[in-house]
């Protein structure tokens, strides 16, 4: 009877399958161990005889054995499926772009059949498994894009069919081990961007003689490169770009007849291109730029078919090699940034289809080779800082795909031909400092794509055609220094994408058109020294985003518009004008005084102005009392509403049951709920946010704490309109509190805030944390103090941030994602050490190695990195993105999201401002340039912290190590890191001794 008992629980709970196979049976129970939110795995069914038709399975068609097993971006999370290896016949695995997360099992070892491995793109960790090399059978494995670290293990040196191996995109911090020349059979090495120790380039990689690709892209590689690599002789693809190396580049090379493709960018490589390389005869692209290789462009190596060459920042010298002409290939030729001379060669790109020329920075002479656009390619030419001479050739305006022209900075002259200024795709235009000529030809209205018209310092006349208002895109117009003529046209007020003109020192003259504040996106106006007249108009004054005007030595006459004084501007210049009239109140001080001087009817508080007349000093007077009498009735209306708002406070505090109220403490407490009740008035309000308000309670013995009030719970049940106003989008925060109390109750770190204890009631909720006195970034940033902030001060910032950070992904179990990472929530101390807070929004992440599923996006914008907004998953890469927005606001001193960047946040303008003027419009000016080398580093990261694809993010652990690189070459920044002399860096976690401990 027991036994039947035992039948009938096992037959209720555990239904039997009467078909499946024995490996259906196993991977039905791989589907158990999986999450599997997207349903990938529905197909997988107990009730079919065998797994071949399910979904991602195939089979051998005569056994029904499963010989494979592909689940590429199926959205699965779980630790790696051991159970797999059960599989007897097995030979390929997939689980590409998924989430497996944990380490790899040492058992994996029993897959004896797997002859391919791919795991790449997933979340796995630790270090890699002795047993993988047991597979015999193994040709390919890919593990890139994971988290996996430490050394690679020496007994890969003992795979004996192995064909591929790729870790890119780890955290392996050993160095690169020369064993791994051991495995003869390799035809692929890629070992690119980990974080290696300083590592030479091992000679015994010369022994792997079937390798067809070796990269290696920053791997922190020193030293030379070794001659062996010159035994490869079936090497198609070298890539050495990124790394430390130095000397020259190896003669040994010029044997790799068989390479394709090599790079050798970024590094310190130094002497002249080896003699030999027209020996290289499958060469098609070449990329040694930015190192220190000097002497001439070998002819033979521009015999070659080449179809890239890329030799730009070095030191290079001589003329190009006519024998260029002869590939008829090349499509990318970028030699800027070095000593290059003489002319181009006449021919250049008449056999071949060029696309991007670039001889920027050189010293060549000479006009531009007409043939240039014969092949209709053509999309980039950038001549800038040369002493290019003549004229623009007739047939550049006839090359359609033009899209990027840069001629600045030359001895051009002549007149533009006409349909160059029509080219439909063309988006930047810069003809800068040259000596051209005549008008722009009417025939730019063809020019729909135009973004960026650059005409500054020539020789240019007539009158400024009405086509220009006819281009949508038209974003900057700059044509200082011309000899135009005549009016503004009058369709420039249809220019809606206009941001900055700029007309200075012309002829222009007339009234300015009427309708100005169309310009909705105008932030610099510069009409100065011309010679346009009649009033001001009022509409400038409505430009929402305009910080800079200077409408200086014209003929503008009668009133300045009161309107000016709705403007944030940076600079004004009114002077030299024929003005009249009271100076706007705002504008009426001494510091603005420049601003209006030859006027001599401008009237105002400023010494100097209205030559002192007796009726200037009685308008001043009158104002004076009007100003007396508006201050007093403000004071009035004030004391009513403090009063009122007093008294509600009197009332609401007598209401409040204070027996009602629970205390949950996390720390040693020195109060009590009862003397933080009692300060709850508006009078100590700090701050106000979406789930409520912060007060600053100072008890008796004169310590502070900070306290925020989340009245019904903290509970919103959609986007809080306050959230809206202030540019933040939030999840529904019904668990807010919660959140915050469970996250912040348990954790210890420095640079985490402190939450001291919760006190709640049915109706509301109190947060008692350490008090901050010097506020959040955010809000002391972009204040009139955030200009005082030295860069040590925010390198100290940035390195607190990212420790605490770095504690809540590696050091917490399970790992928190904070989800809101933003300037306002990094709180700073007395000493601008910085705090982690605001942990509202913050998750988890569960066993499947993935946080719970989001309903909507949570965030604030600007800071939300780009996966997030269409897949609403996030992990720990979303918290390094939005770091990555944080250092570029402490950079930058601008905000995540500026009317002035157009559709454009902050990420893609300083992308955008880096290419087109260079990293000097990037850095805030405030900062002392004697760090500028330290703040280009700390810039490079945040551009891999903010990098659109999530597994080429760094790890924060990463982050912290590579900024605390960046102070360790400096002892102002070590030491203001620190607080010490000594400049010595410590660890970026630490235990706290309190009496709760560390979840860590």
Not at 186 to 206: A, D, Q, T, V
Not at 583 to 600: A, D
Not at 724 to 737: I, Y
């Amino acid at each position: 009877m027991f036994f039947f008992f035992l039948f009938f629980l096992s037959f209720l709970f555990f239904p039997p399958s009467f078909s499946l196979n024995q490996e259906g049976l196993y991977l039905h129970q791989v589907k158990l161990s999986l999450s599997d939110p997207d349903s990938s795995l529905s197909s997988w069914s107990d009730r079919d005889e065998t797994p071949c038709s399910w979904f991602g399975v195939n089979c051998d068609s005569s056994t029904h054995s499963v010989t494979s097993i592909d689940l590429s971006n199926a959205n699965v999370a779980g630790p790696f499926p051991s159970l797999l290896c059960r599989l007897q016949n097995l030979t390929f695995v997939s689980l590409f772009n998924n989430s497996i997360n944990d380490e790899l099992p040492p058992d994996i070892s029993a897959c004896s059949s797997l002859q391919h491995l791919d795991l790449s793109q997933n979340y796995l960790t630790g270090a890699l498994p002795h047993s993988l090399a047991d597979l015999p059978n193994l040709t390919y494995l890919d593990l890139t894009g994971n988290n996996f670290s430490g050394d690679i293990p020496d007994s890969f040196g003992r795979f004996k069919k192995l064909e591929v191996i790729s870790l890119v995109y780890n955290l392996f911090d050993g160095v690169i081990p020369p064993f791994l020349g051991n495995i003869s059979t390799l035809k692929m090495l890629n070992l690119s961007y980990n974080p290696f120790s300083p590592s030479r380039i091992p000679p015994e990689f010369g022994n792997l003689t079937n390798l067809e690709i070796l990269w290696l892209t920053e791997c922190n590689l020193v030293g030379e490169i070794p001659d062996s690599l010159g035994r490869l002789k079936k090497l198609k693809d070298l890539d050495l770009a990124l790394n430390n190396l130095i000397g020259s580049i190896p003669s040994s090379l010029t044997e790799l007849t068989s390479v394709f493709q090599i790079e050798l960018y970024n590094n310190s490589l130094s002497g002249v291109l080896p003699p030999g390389m027209g020996k290289m005869s499958a060469l098609r692209l070449l990329d040694a730029s930015m190192n220190k290789l000097t002497g001439r462009i070998p002819d033979e190596l521009c015999g070659l078919q080449l179809e890239s060459l890329n030799l730009y920042e070095n030191q290079f010298e001589g003329a190009l090699p006519e024998s260029i002409t002869n590939s008829s290939r090349l499509y990318e030729l970028r030699l800027f940034q070095n000593r290059l001379g003489g002319e181009l060669p006449k021919k250049l790109g008449e056999n071949s289809p060029l696309r991007w020329l670039d001889v920027s920075n050189n010293e060549f002479t000479g006009g531009i080779p007409s043939s240039l656009c014969s092949k209709s390619n053509l999309e980039e030419l950038l001549m800038i800082h040369n002493s290019f001479s003549g004229s623009i050739p007739e047939s550049l305006s006839e090359c359609r795909s033009l899209t990027r022209v840069r001629l600045g900075f030359n001895k051009f002259s002549g007149e533009v031909p006409s349909g160059f200024w029509g080219l439909p795709h063309v988006y930047l235009v810069e003809l800068v400092n040259n000596s051209f000529s005549g008008q722009i030809a009417k025939t730019i209205a063809s020019a729909g794509n135009l973004s960026q018209l650059i005409l500054d310092n020539n020789n240019f006349t007539g009158s400024i055609p009405e086509e220009i208002g006819w281009l949508p895109n038209l974003g900057s117009f700059s044509a200082s220094k011309n000899q135009f003529s005549g009016s503004l046209p009058v369709s420039i007020v249809n220019l809606k994408q206009l941001g900055s003109l700029d007309l200075n020192g012309n002829f222009l003259s007339g009234e300015l058109p009427s309708r100005i504040d169309s310009w909705k996106k105008m932030n610099e106006l510069n009409l100065a020294n011309n010679e346009f007249s009649g009033n001001i108009p009022e509409g400038i004054g409505r430009l929402p985003v305009l910080n800079y005007l200077d409408l200086s030595s014209n003929r503008f006459s009668g009133k300045i518009p009161l309107s000016l004084q709705n403007l944030k501007l940076n600079e004004l210049n009114l002077s030299n004008n024929r003005l009249s009239g009271e100076i706007p109140p705002i504008f009426s001080k001494e510091m603005y005084k420049s601003s209006f001087l030859g006027n001599p009817g401008l009237c105002g508080n400023i010494e100097g102005l209205c030559n002192g007349s007796s009726q200037g000093r009685g308008q001043g007077y009158a104002w004076l009392l009007k100003s007396l009498f508006i201050l007093a009735a403000l004071v009035l209306v004030i004391g009513l509403v403090w009063f009122y708002f007093k008294y509600r406070n009197f009332q609401a505090a007598k209401a409040i049951d204070k027996s009602k109220w629970t205390l949950m403490s996390f720390h040693k407490l020195g109060f009590n709920e009862y003397e933080i009740l009692a300060s709850l008035d508006e009078d100590n309000v700090i701050g106000s946010g979406a789930s409520g308000k912060v007060y600053k309670v100072v008890f008796a013995n004169g310590d502070a704490v900070a306290v925020k009030k989340l009245w019904g719970g903290g509970a919103k049940k959609e986007i809080d309109e306050n959230d809206v106003e202030k540019g933040q989008v939030r999840e529904a925060r019904n668990d807010g509190f919660e959140a915050e109390v469970d996250t912040l109750g348990k954790i210890r770190h420095k640079n985490i805030v402190k939450l001291w204890c919760c006190c709640t009631t049915r109706d509301c909720k109190l947060l008692v944390y350490e008090y901050m006195p010097n506020g959040s970034l955010g809000d002391l940033l972009h204040s009139s103090k955030g200009g005082l902030l030295e860069w040590a001060t925010r390198y100290k910032i940035l390195l607190d941030s990212a420790e605490g950070l770095s504690y809540l992904h590696h050091d917490c179990v399970p790992a928190i994602v904070h989800r809101d990472v933003k300037s306002n929530n990094i709180l700073l101390d007395g000493d601008f050490g910085a705090r982690v807070a605001d942990f509202g929004l913050a998750k988890a992440v569960d066993s499947t190695g993935k946080p719970k599923s989001m309903s909507v996006i949570a965030g604030s914008c600007g800071y939300i990195a780009p996966e997030y907004a269409y897949t609403l998953r996030v992990n720990e890469k979303s918290d390094i993105y939005s770091f990555g927005v944080v250092i570029l606001e402490l950079i930058t001193r601008r905000r995540p999201v500026d009317p002035e960047f157009g559709e454009k946040d902050l990420v893609k303008w300083v992308c955008t401002t880096l290419d087109q003027k260079g990293v000097d419009h990037v850095i805030d000016s405030n900062l002392d340039s004697c760090f500028k080398e330290e703040i280009c580093k700390v810039l490079n990261i945040a551009i891999l912290c903010t990098s659109p694809l999530p597994i080429n993010r760094p790890s924060m652990r990463r982050v912290v190590k590579m900024l605390q690189e960046v102070g360790g070459e400096n002892p102002a920044l070590a030491a203001a890191a620190t607080g010490k002399k000594d400049g010595k860096l410590t660890p970026y976690y630490y235990e706290d001794t309190s009496d709760h401990g560390s979840v860590a």
